[in-house]
């Protein structure tokens, strides 16, 4: 029997993968969950058992949570990577994660085949063939939702009639959470004009009352909320997403190019990320000089767009990697945030690093460090060169 490795998170698409292979195509499935810091132990026992409902040969959990933050979502960061500044690639990033792992497990237990759950209408299809062909090119890729060019209601009656029960009701919305956040996709995602309606939204809207917060930084990482020091970031992610995400910040809907050259839109709740990259962001601005933030927005731009489109493999991420980790040796403080219901506030900063010290002078008031007529020679240099232009050309201006 033909062994097949199935990407798997218990979800619709899956679902119907897990029911197709094992009993329309005959294969051995072996499901794999790859968990980006999205699951809970009683979550990823719930879908162990519902994928051997669904006839498959062996279920496998890859915990991937402190892996992915490692090697992807601490340079997302470092860089203060939002996808046309709006979106913090909570899922884009977490796939190329998840694939990676995927690809390991398939050579590790020799499978002949991986499948996917991906539509031929979006990114993750691109993602996963492009690293399953990089990593393990003699493998061959099994896409049925593509392949048959479903609908989700032909999915939802497909599993029906062999007896699947599950939520379809709730089915009617993709959901897929990670440390770095949640997309949403569902009918309104589908249009230019419609919103998420308030029941779509993973998590409910429950704090009202304006709360204050101290993160606290070590080299451009969160180690510490309000003075409390965790172990490892994800630890301290998980702990502000659980603060702030109830507050219903972080949520929006990207519109962005797909891989595939078409518009797409997915709805997103992303508290953690948004308030963490913002507060960066203000540390940065404050211990970093002008060129170092200038370069870093050019480089972090190119790796978030590359990552989106899946390219975490090529060489040139490790040499932007390695120079955002260079930039963020001074990146170390506090930053002071104030949380509101749907909206949050970065207050201000504390560092060793702040290169702003009323020591050189105040912006707008007093300077320690030159004179009237030092300001007057660099004024008349420093636009010398665009002032012999105008003299030269002044005649065809």
């Known amino acids: 029997m033909k062994k097949v490795v199935l990407a798997y998170s218990g979800g619709l698409d899956t679902s119907f993968c897990c029911i197709y292979l094992t009993q329309d195509l005959g294969y051995e499935v072996h499901s794999v969950i790859v968990n980006t810091g999205g699951f809970s132990e009683e979550e990823l026992k719930g879908v162990e058992e519902r994928a051997y ?74 993602r996963f063939d492009m690293i399953f062909n990089i990593l393990v090119p003699e493998v ?84 510490a909320i309000d003075h409390e020091k965790y172990d490892h970031p994800t630890k301290a992610i998980q702990a502000l997403q659980a603060i ?76 932007i990697e390695a120079f955002l980790t260079d930039t963020q040796k001074n990146v170390t403080g506090k930053v002071f945030v104030q949380l509101h219901p749907y909206r949050f506030q970065v207050i201000g900063i504390e560092s060793p690093y702040d290169l702003m010290s009323n020591k050189f002078g105040s912006y707008g008031e007093m300077n320690n460090a030159w004179s009237g007529e030092d300001v007057k020679g660099f004024s008349k240099i420093f636009g010398n060169q665009v002032m012999i232009y105008h003299k030269v050309n002044g005649q065809n201006d």
């Open 53 to 126: 409902k669904m006839g498959v040969t062996s279920h496998h959990v890859v915990d991937e949570t402190e892996n992915f933050y490692n090697t992807c979502v601490r340079f997302l960061i470092y860089g203060n990577v939002l996808k046309n500044n709006t979106y913090p690639l909570s899922v884009s990033a977490e796939r190329v994660s998840q694939a990676t792992a995927i690809a390991n497990y398939a050579k590790e237990i020799g499978a002949e085949f991986v499948a996917h759950g991906s539509t031929g209408a979006g990114n993750d299809q691109v």
């Open 140 to 223: 061959k890729i099994i896409t049925p939702i593509r392949d048959l060019k479903l609908s989700r209601e032909e999915e939802i009656e497909y599993l029906k009639k062999h007896g699947v029960d599950m939520n379809f009701e709730k089915a009617k919305y993709s959901i897929n959470k990670g440390i770095w956040g949640t997309s949403v996709g569902g009918k309104e995602t589908l249009t230019s004009n419609l919103g998420l309606p308030e029941e779509a939204w993973p998590t409910q809207v429950t704090e009202s009352e304006v709360k204050d917060l101290v993160l606290t930084f070590e080299k451009g990482e969160l180690v």
């Open 244 to 319: 702030a995400q109830p507050y219903g910040i972080g949520r929006d809907i990207h519109v962005g190019d797909t891989i595939i050259g078409i518009k797409g839109r997915v709805g997103f709740e992303a508290a953690a990320p948004m308030v963490i990259i913002k507060a960066h962001h203000t540390l940065e601005k404050h211990v970093l000089t002008k060129w170092q933030l200038s370069w870093k927005d050019q480089l972090s731009s190119f790796y978030g767009n590359w990552l989106h489109e899946g390219q975490f493999h090529d060489p040139i991420m490790r040499n």
